[in-house]
Every structure is written in structure tokens, then in C-alpha cells.
């Protein structure tokens, strides 16, 4: 990247590609960001339904960094009097036909045998510093083989459809299983506060405040995010092109001098910034040198309820790790929006993933099938009337986390890179951050 440089380009609306083009911005560059869905922000959308409010596409709440530079350009927006300020972002988890208050999956959940067999493998193993070929070898290391059987493998294979050595081995990532619960809330602490390998691994029982902040529209959804920084990104002279995608990409001696559009335009481009996937990149330049094979693709179904009665938790967020229930996530607006009891409808979105080998059954999963499950898990009261039900099926989906797409993918990565000059990958296209966090600070990084 050069001083001489000015037009930059950059591809992708979500937390990544919004983050490139107000940095760049902000040092006077002539910005373009291409999204080719109707709205940026990526998951953090939402839709209307009649006069119901709002209910949100997938991630739904937006929390601080830490760093200051970071939160003040990303999230000026959220600390005006419209925005509720959490101090904690609450969630509970259901496993083995149980519920639990804590923000990750239970082993206390398992029977007494299987959990003081897998609790005393996981205070036995010492830290792996090597390298693991799939997420089978990640967990059995990390966690050791009874909690890796028990806990992990039937939740990954509800998830994904696949066995844990058919996973990459950060696979677990995508829903959360980061951490788990074992022993007391003080025993935890101690563990925690005593070793950093059990602080990896164990997650803390309670909901503790935090310094710091976790951000939710006191009205609207988390799409009020989307549509505010929107308007910063035009006032700071960014071009925002939404539904708009890029059909051929200009080589010339390994720069991308420009871009056509899907409308025919061509945008002069002297540095380019992507976050969409990569694939969308060497088709549209014409590098075909590697054979892609298209991934197996999960699909999410979201359905949108409204109760007559609240949901039997008060946390945010319930995720469902249970292999015997299709539901994978239930976000609590009541609880969200913090309204006193008796003054709102009870609105929920439950998310369900199907697997590439269960696609046809998604045809099965019906608002009805939808209650019945909440019901058996106890979330809802057998005296609960639906009020309105809206059911989206998400016909995009997401790839398996396999060993082969992730290498595939960190393949043509590194390949992209090499054939184009002026190419900048950003987010998770990058490959090296996954956490919301993680990603708005790599992209401080590069363009500060």
C-alpha cells in the first residue's frame, strides 16, 4: 500500500469490510464498499414482521473491545440513550434433557460415572502444544476421550452431520464450544485463577458484570446497527453499493486495476480489500489454476415466534446442544429488549442448522414441531398460546468445517495473495481470526 494510492476498493459489508472502509476513510481515501446482499452488516440484519418489532438474523449483540479507537469508529452509535447498555451478555445452555445457567456446555450434565470418569481424564491431560490433524484429535487432547465422546462428538454430529475426525479442528468454534463447566463455581475460580491451561479450558458458572459493555437497540433489532453506520460510512464519503456484485476483476501485471460490476460499471480500483469469499475473487479474475470443489453446505432455518407468555429463562440466549432436539439456538427478546413483565408480546427466533445429509428433512421442521420441542425442554408452559409464527428457511447456508475446506481454504488464500499484488484479505476470509473481536482488531492493525 502506498501514499500514492486512492482508490480503494473494498468487498464484503460485514463487521470486517465496514471496519477497512472507515479506517480508510478516516485517512481520506476514496472508498467503495460492494455488498451484494440488499443491506451490510452482514448477520447483524434484521427483518420486520407486521407490527411485531423486529427479529434478528444471527449474531445479536454487539459488545466492546477494550480498545478504545476500535469502540468509539465501530460502535459511536450504540452509547446513545436508544441503546440499552448490558454490562453482561447472559446465556444458559440445554444437554442431556437438561438446562443449565451457565454460558457453556455442562459435563455435569452426564451421568455421575461418565462425568468423574471425563473430569478426571481432563485434570490428568497436560497442554498439547502441536499441531492437530481434525477436531477429534483437538478434544481428546484438550478435554480428554470420555467428555470428547459424550460432550463433543454427539453435538458436533447434531450440528455438522459428521463424526469429530471429519472436522477441522476448530470446528467447535462456530457453536460455542470453546469451554466447558466441570466441578463448583469456587473450584473453577481457583482452577481458572491457578493455571492457564484450565483457564482455556473451563468456563466460569456465573454471569459475572464485566467493565466491558454489550450493546442492544432499546426499540429495533440489531439491524439498527447496520442501517446507523451505514449513514456514518456515506458522511465519512464511503460509496456504499449494496446488491451489487463483482463480475470480472482486471489483471494487470498482478494488480487489480479495476472491477465490473453486475450493473456493467467499471470502478478504477488501486487497492483491494476483501472479505466475501475468496472463491467469488479467483472466478471473477479469471484464476482458474486451482480446481475448487464446491463444499457441502449446512442450511439454517429461523422461526419467529410471539408468545403469550414469556419463555421459562431469563437469560439472552438458550443454545440447545441435546442431539435429541433440532433447535440449535433460542434468542429471548423480552429478555433482550429488558421490558417488565406483562407490557410486551414475548417474541423468541429459534435457529435450527441442517446438515447436508439431513437437507431433506428440513421440509419436517414446521412451526409446530417448533413449540412441541420447546415444550418438552421446558422453555415454554403447556398453557403458552401462539400468537404469530413466521418460519424462514436460509437457502445460502454455511460450509461444513471440514479438514479439506479448511485447507482448501487457506490454499487459495495464500494463492490469491500471491497472484494479486494489491490484494488485502480481511476477517475470516483471512483465515486468522474468528471472534468478533479478534477480527476488527486485525483490521485496526493493517490499516492504522
Not at 500514492?4 to 464498499?33: C, E, H, P, W, Y
Not at 467447535?172 to 482455556?200: P, Q, V, Y
Not at 422461526?303 to 440449535?328: A, K, M, R
Amino acid at each position: 500500500m502506498t501514499s500514492l494510492s486512492n482508490n480503494f476498493i473494498v468487498v464484503g459489508g460485514g463487521i470486517a469490510g465496514i471496519m477497512s472502509a472507515l479506517l480508510l476513510a478516516k485517512q481520506g481515501r476514496d472508498v467503495t464498499l460492494i455488498e451484494n446482499s440488499p443491506h451490510i452488516g452482514g448477520l447483524l440484519g434484521s427483518r420486520k414482521h407486521d407490527d411485531y418489532g423486529w427479529f434478528d438474523n444471527g449474531t445479536h449483540i454487539l459488545s466492546e473491545t477494550g480498545l478504545p479507537e476500535i469502540d468509539n469508529l465501530i460502535f459511536e452509535e450504540c452509547y446513545s440513550e436508544k441503546w440499552l447498555h448490558h454490562p453482561m451478555a447472559t446465556s444458559s445452555v440445554y444437554f442431556n434433557g437438561k438446562r443449565s445457567k451457565t454460558a457453556f456446555i455442562d459435563g455435569r450434565m452426564l451421568a455421575e460415572e461418565k462425568y468423574n470418569k471425563g473430569f478426571k481424564e481432563l485434570m490428568s491431560l497436560s497442554r498439547h502444544n502441536g499441531s492437530f490433524k481434525n477436531l477429534a484429535e483437538r478434544v481428546s487432547a484438550t478435554y480428554g476421550n470420555t467428555f470428547s465422546k459424550y460432550m463433543f462428538e454427539p453435538a458436533m454430529k447434531k450440528f455438522t452431520g459428521l463424526a469429530l475426525e471429519e472436522l477441522s479442528d476448530s470446528a467447535h468454534l462456530l457453536f460455542g464450544m470453546n469451554r466447558i463447566i466441570c466441578g463448583t463455581a469456587e473450584e473453577t475460580k481457583k482452577w481458572k485463577k491457578s493455571d492457564s491451561w484450565n483457564d482455556e479450558r473451563l468456563g466460569f458458572h456465573e454471569h459475572t458484570e464485566s467493565s466491558l459493555l454489550s450493546f442492544y437497540p432499546k426499540v429495533d433489532g440489531i439491524g439498527l446497527w447496520a442501517a446507523l453506520i451505514k449513514k456514518r460510512l456515506k458522511k465519512f464519503g464511503v460509496r456504499v453499493l449494496t446488491n451489487t456484485s463483482v463480475t470480472k476483476a482486471i489483471l494487470n501485471e498482478g494488480n487489480v486495476t479495476g472491477l465490473v460490476l453486475n450493473n456493467k460499471e467499471l470502478v478504477p480500483c488501486d487497492q483491494l480489500i476483501w472479505s466475501a469469499p475468496i472463491v467469488f475473487l479467483l472466478k471473477a479474475a479469471n484464476l482458474n489454476s486451482i480446481k475448487l470443489e464446491p463444499p457441502s453446505l449446512c442450511k439454517t432455518i429461523l422461526v419467529d415466534i410471539v408468545l403469550d407468555h414469556p419463555l421459562q429463562f431469563e437469560e439472552f440466549y438458550l443454545t440447545c446442544y441435546d442431539e435429541n432436539y433440532s433447535i440449535f439456538r433460542v434468542t429471548n427478546y423480552f429478555s433482550l429488549h429488558n421490558k417488565p413483565k406483562g407490557t410486551f408480546n414475548y417474541a423468541a427466533t429459534i435457529e435450527i442448522i441442517i446438515p447436508p445429509e439431513n437437507i431433506s428433512s428440513k421440509n419436517n421442521i414446521t412451526v409446530s414441531s417448533v413449540m412441541h420441542e420447546l415444550r418438552c425442554m421446558g422453555l415454554v408452559t403447556e398453557k403458552t398460546r401462539l400468537i404469530a409464527s413466521w418460519l424462514n428457511k436460509i437457502e445460502s447456508g454455511f460450509p461444513q468445517p471440514t479438514p479439506v475446506f479448511h485447507e482448501m481454504n487457506k490454499k487459495i488464500a495464500c494463492f490469491a495473495s500471491e497472484s494479486i499484488s494489491n490484494l488485502s484479505l480481511v476477517g475470516r476470509t483471512a483465515g486468522k481470526s474468528f471472534f468478533m473481536r479478534d477480527v476488527l482488531s486485525e483490521v485496526f492493525e493493517l490499516f492504522s
